[in-house]
């Protein structure tokens, strides 16, 4: 039989403000010591998609809904192996009487390759006997709804987000998984997968600063000078443009994950990960222009604040040829949907060309013509002049502040105590 190997791992868990919060010590079999289709199958698990977490929040401050976090205590501990997996026996744990013993495993541990799997497995069973249903378009969003009310789980591995239009219903949900899992309640949201997250009386205020704090000193650019915007206007990347350059590819990675609250850098981001196969110079340096860009707004943030209504509003920009390396274009989204004119060269978006046309002519859909200086796609789809940037960038609803997010709820809370919201705070967070 494959035997698999194990050592301890020791680590510290930071709070938000970046103080101990506990130490932790984890046993962790070495499951680079597995073979696939012998002792482990299915590895994958799903997280849910950023795009999920931001739809979420805005429904959940639209319609004054309360977001509680739960964190499950080891989670990967409670999935059922279906394999049969051995491993050896752990060093400081070693039977004196049996110890060329191996040990057999039924629950499972940390990094066996199923593990996540395995986990995800055993909370959507006990999700499902419960009542809710997977959502399709994100397998990590759980939605349990009844004739009046409704209730959403997003799960991301361990960490869990309920929010939902009862309180009597969540605190239900919190309860049936208290009774199934180990887990601790951490109340409303306020620190989730590295961004702080603070609810006022102006929305909901969510900051990457510590996240970002700490990927400008893996990169060596805390002390680099800020620059206006995150890549240079009229400069157009190509896959040949540049030498060869290898470098650790985990920070434009980084960098994609700090698009949650700071989507202003998403074009620059989304334009380098086209490249990671092959990094050039030319590459690597309009990444060090966006870590400079971030630098200059380290303490830039998203607010998610309440709409009297539910209205989606979408931007799309129709770009002719713009990319050097097959000169594909996205121009004409418009006209074809108005326009019941087919072209064999539309073959692939044939479907999607369909389903517009159909809501469209049953006025479900209102597609109308944006002039370019107020099209608010052009932020996420192509290099823009300073002036322009900063324009667009305004109509995002973002907002900065020098001081920390909780010194501004207490100004903020002062103030209104006061009725006289005083100018500094009244900027840090009304800024568009």
Same mark, same amino acid.
């Given at each position: 039989?494959?035997?698999?190997?194990?050592?301890?791992?020791?680590?510290?868990?930071?709070?938000?403000?970046?103080?101990?919060?506990?130490?932790?010590?984890?046993?962790?079999?070495?499951?680079?010591?597995?073979?696939?289709?012998?002792?482990?199958f299915?590895?994958?698990?799903?997280?849910?998609?950023?795009?999920?977490?931001?739809?979420?929040?805005?429904?959940?401050?639209?319609?004054?809904?309360?977001?509680?976090?739960?964190?499950?205590?080891?989670?990967?501990?409670?999935?059922?192996?279906?394999?049969?997996?051995?491993?050896?026996?752990?060093?400081?744990?070693?039977?004196?009487?049996?110890?060329?013993?191996?040990?057999?495993?039924?629950?499972?541990?940390?990094?066996?390759?199923?593990?996540?799997?395995?986990?995800?497995e055993?909370?959507?069973?006990?999700?499902?006997?419960w009542?809710?249903?997977?959502?399709?378009?994100?397998?990590?969003?759980?939605?349990?709804?009844?004739?009046?009310?409704?209730?959403?789980?997003l799960?991301?591995?361990?960490?869990?987000?309920?929010?939902?239009?009862?309180? *009597?219903?969540?605190?239900?949900?919190?309860?049936?998984?208290?009774?199934?899992?180990?887990?601790?309640?951490?109340?409303?949201?306020?620190?989730?997968?590295?961004?702080?997250?603070?609810?006022?009386?102006?929305?909901?205020?969510?900051?990457?600063?510590?996240?970002?704090?700490?990927l400008?000193?893996?990169?060596? /650019?805390?002390?680099?000078?800020?620059?206006?915007t995150?890549?240079?206007?009229?400069?157009?990347?190509?896959?040949?443009?540049?030498?060869?350059?290898?470098?650790?590819?985990?920070?434009?990675?980084?960098?994609?994950?700090?698009?949650?609250? /700071?989507?202003?850098?998403?074009?620059?981001?989304n334009?380098?990960?086209?490249?990671?196969?092959?990094?050039?110079?030319?590459?690597?340096?309009?990444?060090?222009?966006?870590?400079?860009?971030?630098?200059? *707004?380290?303490?830039?943030?998203?607010?998610?604040?309440?709409?009297?209504?539910?209205?989606?509003?979408?931007f *799309?920009?129709?770009?002719?040829?713009?990319?050097?390396?097959?000169?594909?274009?996205?121009?004409?989204?418009?006209?074809?949907?108005?326009?019941?004119?087919?072209?064999?060269?539309?073959?692939?978006?044939?479907?999607? /060309?369909?389903?517009?046309?159909?809501?469209?002519?049953?006025h479900?859909?209102?597609?109308?013509?944006?002039?370019?200086?107020e099209?608010?796609?052009?932020?996420?789809?192509?290099?823009?002049?300073?002036?322009?940037?900063?324009?667009?960038?305004?109509?995002?609803?973002?907002?900065?502040?020098?001081?920390?997010?909780?010194?501004?709820?207490?100004?903020?809370?002062?103030?209104?105590?006061?009725?006289?919201?005083?100018?500094?705070v009244?900027?840090?967070?009304?800024?568009?």
């Amino acid at each position: 039989m494959n035997l698999v190997g194990n050592k301890w791992v020791f680590r510290i868990k930071y709070n938000a403000d970046g103080s101990v919060q506990r130490y932790k010590a984890r046993l962790v079999a070495k499951g680079f010591h597995q073979t696939a289709g012998h002792d482990c199958f299915e590895t994958f698990s799903p997280v849910v998609k950023c795009s999920t977490i931001r739809v979420v929040l805005s429904l959940a401050v639209c319609l004054n809904w309360s977001i509680e976090q739960l964190d499950i205590n080891n989670a990967f501990l409670n999935g059922d192996l279906q394999e049969t997996v051995y491993m050896v026996q752990p060093e400081g744990f070693i039977r004196s009487n049996q110890p060329t013993f191996v040990c057999k495993l039924n629950k499972s541990l940390y990094r066996p390759k199923q593990a996540p799997r395995a986990w995800y497995e055993k909370l959507k069973a006990a999700l499902l006997k419960w009542g809710f249903a997977n959502s399709r378009a994100d397998s990590s969003l759980f939605i349990f709804h009844t004739s009046s009310d409704m209730v959403l789980l997003l799960v991301y591995v361990d960490d869990i987000l309920v929010t939902g239009s009862s309180k *009597t219903l969540i605190a239900q949900v919190i309860h049936n998984l208290g009774s199934t899992f180990a887990l601790k309640a951490l109340g409303s949201l306020s620190y989730f997968l590295g961004f702080e997250v603070v609810r006022t009386a102006s929305g909901l205020h969510v900051s990457q600063t510590k996240y970002a704090t700490d990927l400008l000193k893996k990169t060596n /650019m805390v002390h680099s000078k800020a620059c206006a915007t995150p890549m240079f206007y009229g400069v157009k990347l190509a896959r040949e443009s540049g030498e060869k350059f290898s470098d650790d590819r985990s920070t434009i990675g980084a960098l994609q994950y700090l698009t949650i609250s /700071m989507p202003h850098i998403a074009f620059a981001v989304n334009k380098l990960s086209q490249y990671l196969s092959a990094l050039t110079t030319s590459h690597w340096l309009a990444c060090k222009r966006v870590l400079r860009y971030i630098k200059g *707004t380290i303490d830039c943030g998203l607010i998610f604040q309440h709409s009297p209504q539910l209205q989606l509003i979408a931007f *799309t920009d129709a770009d002719w040829g713009s990319c050097l390396d097959d000169r594909k274009s996205t121009s004409g989204a418009t006209s074809l949907a108005h326009n019941p004119v087919y072209h064999a060269r539309t073959k692939h978006i044939e479907l999607d /060309m369909y389903f517009v046309r159909d809501k469209n002519a049953a006025h479900v859909f209102d597609v109308r013509f944006v002039p370019s200086e107020e099209q608010l796609a052009d932020i996420f789809t192509k290099p823009l002049p300073n002036a322009h940037f900063d324009y667009l960038k305004s109509k995002l609803i973002l907002y900065k502040s020098k001081l920390s997010l909780r010194e501004d709820v207490k100004a903020e809370a002062a103030a209104t105590d006061a009725q006289n919201i005083s100018p500094g705070v009244e900027a840090s967070f009304s800024s568009r």
